[in-house]
């Protein structure tokens, strides 16, 4: 028995991969949500194919979730539905999108984990310090934290560059991001010099027997093989340990510690956006929410009217 829910959703997916250059984590997301959708559709009987279904079966079965999750899950979850309703719109499968009715859980997103500057600079010079490592593997390291925090790479990116994209004449990296978006980035004085340092190291990075490297990759394993996004996470770990004694450092804080500071620093937010290569403006704010939140932790603390009145007994009359 045909089954249209289920060539829908494999549409969608294919859709989300070939045509959207989405995330192989978006791609496990959606497909996860989506599949779970479709079991409860059958489950309960309900037509399997989604334009015979309606914003009621979709509270429905976000309704048997609700136990246990937090909004922030139910969230992701309707916003799956969503775009998988989008895409059937774009392709005339429905005349309309029925869950763009339907409001998403309210939930407070979490501030970007971010470090001080004294912190972040800790993190990056603590390769130099670390006697323990390869002296060859120390000059790579420093090169990636530089990177990841002086122009503000997400980690995918950070194992993504290649060689070729670097121009240390200009000072700058075309780096490739979420949805295969180029972008330019600049290169800081910092940065150059570590990566011309790696640069004469790098080709000695090759497989012990063999002798092969990766020809395109620029930071590569002692086997000269590319990086992968679990080692690059934990060499920040190792260095966040050594440097601040932070061992659950992950590499997104030194992108958002980037932004967080240029921000403090006066940098223009549109500047920034372009930078770190948010698609919206609205996820580049949310650094002005970590600055303001900053700024009255120095006030309350600091600040002589802050403590107004608290401490001092009221005076007669």
């Not at 959606?30 to 015979?52: C, I, K, M, T, W």
């Not at 005339?92 to 009715?101: C, I, Q, S």
């Not at 929410?289 to 600040?303: C, K």
């Amino acid at each position: 028995m045909a089954d249209p829910l289920a060539a829908q959703i494999d549409d969608f997916l294919h859709a989300l991969e070939f045509e959207r250059r989405a995330s192989p984590r978006t791609l496990t997301t959606y497909r996860r949500d989506l599949l779970a959708f479709a079991e409860f559709v059958r489950a309960n009987a309900l037509p399997s194919d989604a334009a015979r279904l309606d914003v009621a079966a979709a509270r429905a079965w976000l309704a048997t979730l609700f136990e246990g999750r937090k909004p922030a899950t139910l969230a992701r979850k309707l916003s799956a539905l969503r775009a998988f309703y989008r895409h059937l719109l774009r392709r005339g499968v429905v005349r309309d999108n029925p869950l763009a009715r339907l409001k998403s859980p309210r939930f407070k997103r979490p501030l970007p984990q971010f470090l001080t500057a004294t912190e972040a600079e800790r993190v990056v010079e603590a390769p130099a310090e670390d006697h323990a490592r390869d002296a060859r593997l120390a000059t790579r390291d420093a090169a990636m934290l530089e990177l990841l925090y002086g122009s503000g790479l997400r980690v995918s990116e950070l194992c993504g560059l290649n060689v070729a994209r670097l121009d240390l004449i200009r000072h700058e990296a075309r780096v490739v991001g979420k949805g295969d978006k180029e972008r330019l980035v600049p290169l800081g004085a910092a940065s150059l010099r570590a990566l011309e340092s790696w640069l004469t190291e790098r080709p000695h990075c090759r497989h012990p027997k063999t002798g092969a490297q990766h020809a395109e990759a620029l930071f590569l394993g002692v086997r000269g093989t590319r990086l992968s996004v679990r080692q690059v996470q934990n060499v920040v770990r190792r260095y966040g340990a050594l440097g601040t004694g932070r061992g659950d450092l992950h590499p997104h804080a030194l992108r958002h510690s980037c932004a967080t500071h240029l921000l403090d620093a006066g940098a223009d937010l549109r500047a920034i956006q372009e930078l770190l290569g948010h698609a919206s403006l609205s996820t580049t704010q949310r650094y002005t929410h970590v600055s303001v939140d900053r700024l009255m932790q120095v006030y309350d603390g600091a600040h002589p009217l802050a403590k107004a009145g608290s401490d001092e007994p009221d005076l007669p009359g």
